[in-house]
């Protein structure tokens, strides 16, 4: 059983491991040696070498030398099973086949392996007089060396067939498309995690490929499923495994044991050289029944001997694929060349160890299918074998099973989600969204979203535009659509599906700019409600619960507009929705559009009653004191104190507050309790303001209203604020009289009759402190203010000095 280890100490673990990096001056194993032929019998089932990934103990092996006819040097094979470092092998254990003798059971090693062995090594010895024995003697006394040796052979012949076949698949690309093998390496590098050089593909066509192979021995990168340090970790992601033992740090360098092969086998056979033999590392290229040996360097037939190592696979219980689902999705099954990508194991690609792959469709209502596969390190993943392959029955989506055999044993790959294309129609969600001048996402709805290859945008009077998309659903895409210089108006959108020949249109329709819309309130009681939002000059109309509203006013606070709206009549108990409902509102906007918005009725407003006011000097009179034309008119030196009644059910407390606002709605004052505001009682409010707080250009008619909750009641009229001239004296004379004083120019006219027949009139932007009026009739001037033209205003002229 497995044990689980933590991050934290594989990488100490990592770290431990001494660097391999490559070296220019290891040769490369690049010259052809000896073949031999092996297969591999377990409960009944035989199987060529290639095809078997691992040995189990009671498996028989028939191993013979593939030797020409003319083959002049006699050669001995001889196999040793190995059971640990420190546990030499059994005489037992060790067997030999003369392959130059005629007969099967003389040339042929027919071995059954035995209980407890972890590993299989065969020899080749040039036939001597103490071959057998000298072998059996190096084997027996230092089995550590050929256990470790047997592990690094094994992984680095992997290694080599994931090179040679990333080498095939380029050299197979060079004669084709120019543009192809951009494409291509890439994805094979990945698949047989090889090293790829991203600036060959920059290169001139005629330079690509030879420059993508330059280092060959440095191109293969560690591959998770065959790492030895990776093989401890369970349950932890495969990608990071992968990026562990794919650092420095993790002992690999970038690569894999492979490049430093044959510099460490020096090193382990250099321990047991012998004046008889050397020992030479071979490297076993497996294809159906044979093992082609690959070496290093030229065998020697003097003294000392070269003996051919070659390691058979480990005996050990079979590791399975760590295949995942490489799709981001769902993938389209009416798709040609259907790719169902995969990763996490190379020697799905390089080896013969998985076949029989099929994948298993799962319809809806049950049933299933076995669909062939094969692996394509140039596509990625399993490619579908027949080229035609259509299920029926399917309806619009299945899910797909990998299934294949590894070695002797089946093993269940990942799963994975398959759309099939129909002729179905697509529409629209969200029609009305669609805006011009700016940018649009707008959301598709139909069959098998996967499968859709393209789609193109057409206007009036203009060619396809292609646009792009991505899938937010089974069923669902989400289309860019660049609309900033386009016009309001109908649009096409074309969309092709893979294995459809029809193409699906959409028609659409763009709008300018709609109106944004936050919020609505509507208070409980009232017939008029407050539309938040922008672009709300686009509203029409708005029903709220069978009733009508119209707009009444638009106003902008910062960068938002408010609309007020009001009922235009009611019909039915709908008419009257009480607090805390919620309702929709459907607002019409001018373009033809609706939109809906979601509306909670609010608590009905507080309405107070204005009990009674007092209006008394703050500061310093004038010395000549105008008589107001009306009792509410608040002079800009006055102070104002005014009562509130509270209405019945209703009681005032330390957090209700009074705003008093200007005639342009500018909010001037702000009254809490303790701040202007005072409790008389739980019904009466007593608030006090004095008129230089409303500031120095407020002026016109005052409104307030009570603010409890943050919920302001209707707005009432309060007092008329009016700026006074400070008039400090008056002269006259028989022709005329003379007022002195400053802010004269708060005066419109002036008159001595109150019908302002024969009224002087101050100018505009007049600044002087005289200003000349016609003679008092009755001992009074009449003024009407600036502030408060509609008013009339007295003064008393004083009686002339003696």
């Known amino acids: 059983m497995r044990s689980f280890v933590s991050l934290s100490a594989l990488l100490l673990a990592a770290a431990a491991v001494p660097l391999a990096p490559a070296r220019a001056d290891a040769p490369p194993f690049d010259l052809a040696g000896p073949t031999l032929r092996a297969k591999v019998t377990r409960n009944g089932v035989t199987l060529p070498i290639a095809q078997v990934p691992a040995l189990a103990a009671g498996d028989t092996i028939e191993i013979g030398a593939d030797l020409p006819s003319d083959q002049s040097a006699k050669y001995m094979l001889v196999s040793a099973f190995l059971h640990g470092a420190t546990n030499p092998p059994s005489t037992k254990w060790i067997d030999r086949a003369e392959t130059w003798k005629k007969k099967d059971k003389d040339r042929l090693l027919k071995l059954t392996v035995p209980e407890g062995a972890r590993q299989l090594v065969l020899f080749m010895v040039p036939e001597t007089g103490g071959d057998y024995g000298s072998v059996t003697k190096a084997v027996r006394g230092k089995p550590g060396e050929f256990v470790r040796a047997a592990q690094e052979l094994n992984q680095a012949s992997l290694d080599r067939s994931r090179l040679d076949t990333f080498m095939a698949a380029i050299r197979a690309q060079e004669n084709l498309h120019p543009e192809y093998l951009k494409r291509v390496a890439p994805v094979l590098a990945s698949s047989l995690s090889t090293k790829l050089n991203a600036e060959c593909l920059q290169k001139v066509i005629e330079l690509q ?91 020697s037939f003097t003294a000392p001997k070269s003996v051919l190592v070659v390691a058979m696979p480990t005996v050990e219980a079979d590791q399975p694929p760590p295949l995942r689902n490489g799709a981001d999705g769902a993938l389209c099954a009416t798709r040609p060349g259907l790719v169902l990508p995969v990763e996490g194991a190379p020697l799905i690609y390089s080896t013969g160890y998985a076949r029989e792959a099929t994948l298993q469709l799962t319809a809806a209502n049950g049933s299933k299918v076995d669909v062939p596969l094969t692996a394509r390190a140039d596509r990625g993943g399993y490619v579908v074998s027949d080229a035609n392959w259509r299920p029926e029955g399917f309806g619009t989506s299945a899910t797909g099973h990998l299934r294949a055999i590894w070695g002797f044993k089946p093993f269940d790959g990942p799963d994975f989600a398959l759309q099939f294309a129909t002729d179905a129609p697509w529409r629209p969600l969200d029609e009305n969204a669609l805006v011009v001048g700016r940018d649009n996402v707008l959301r598709l709805k139909g069959d098998a979203a996967a499968c859709v290859d393209s789609i193109s945008l057409r206007q009036p009077n203009s060619a396809p535009r292609p646009l792009t998309w991505k899938t937010v659903g089974g069923d669902m895409i989400a289309v860019d659509l660049p609309l900033k210089d386009a016009r309001p108006g109908e649009l096409t959108l074309e969309i092709r599906r893979a294995g459809i020949d029809k193409t699906a249109t959409v028609p659409v329709r763009a709008f300018s700019e709609a109106s944004r819309l936050d919020a609505l309130t509507y208070h409980a009681g009232d017939d008029w409600a407050v539309l938040a939002g922008r672009r709300l000059d686009q509203v029409a109309g708005v029903e709220i619960g069978g009733r009508r509203f119209r707009p009444d006013g638009l106003t902008r606070e910062g960068d938002s507009d408010r609309l007020r709206i009001v009922a235009e009549g009611a019909t039915g108990a709908a008419a009257k929705p009480e607090a805390g409902a919620s309702l929709s509102a459907k607002i019409a906007l001018s373009d033809g559009r609706s939109v809906g918005l979601p509306v909670r009725i609010a608590e009905p407003r507080v309405q107070v009653a ?171 001037l009449y003024l009407r203010l600036r502030d408060a033209p509609e008013l009339v205003h007295s003064v008393a002229v004083p009686a002339a000095r003696p």
């Open 209 to 299: 490929a030879n420059c993508l192979l330059e280092n060959r021995e440095s191109l293969v990168l560690a591959d998770v499923h065959t790492s030895s340090m990776t093989e401890t970790l369970v349950g932890a992601p495969t990608d990071l495994a992968l990026q562990i033992s794919s650092t420095r740090v993790g002992g690999q360098g970038y690569y894999s044991a492979y490049i430093a092969i044959a510099r460490d086998l020096a090193k382990i056979f250099g321990a047991f050289n012998s004046p008889q033999f050397d020992y030479l590392p071979a490297l076993g290229l497996q294809r159906d029944d044979k093992v082609s040996l690959m070496l290093n360097s030229a065998p």
């Open 610 to 780: 204005l009990v009674g006011k007092n209006i008394a000097p703050a500061g310093e009179a004038p010395a000549l004191p105008l008589v107001p034309g009306s009792a509410d008119v608040l002079p800009d030196f006055a102070r104002l104190t005014f009562s509130v009644r509270a209405p019945a059910g209703i009681r005032f407390g330390a957090t209700d507050a009074i705003e008093i606002a200007t005639a342009d709605d500018r909010i001037a004052a702000q009254l809490s309790v303790g701040r202007g505001l005072q409790l008389e009682s739980a019904e009466i409010l007593i608030a006090n303001v004095d008129a230089a707080a409303l500031g120095p250009s407020a002026f016109g008619p005052l409104r307030f209203r009570v603010v409890r909750q943050g919920v302001a009641g209707d707005w009432q009229p309060l007092a008329t604020l009016v700026r006074q001239p400070r008039i400090d004296a008056i002269y006259c004379t028989a022709e005329n009289c003379e007022i002195r004083g400053s802010r004269l120019f708060l005066i419109d006219a002036v008159s001595a009759t109150p019908d302002f027949s024969g009224a002087n009139r101050v100018p505009q932007g007049f600044t002087g402190g005289v200003f000349t009026v016609p003679v008092a009739v009755d001992g009074k």
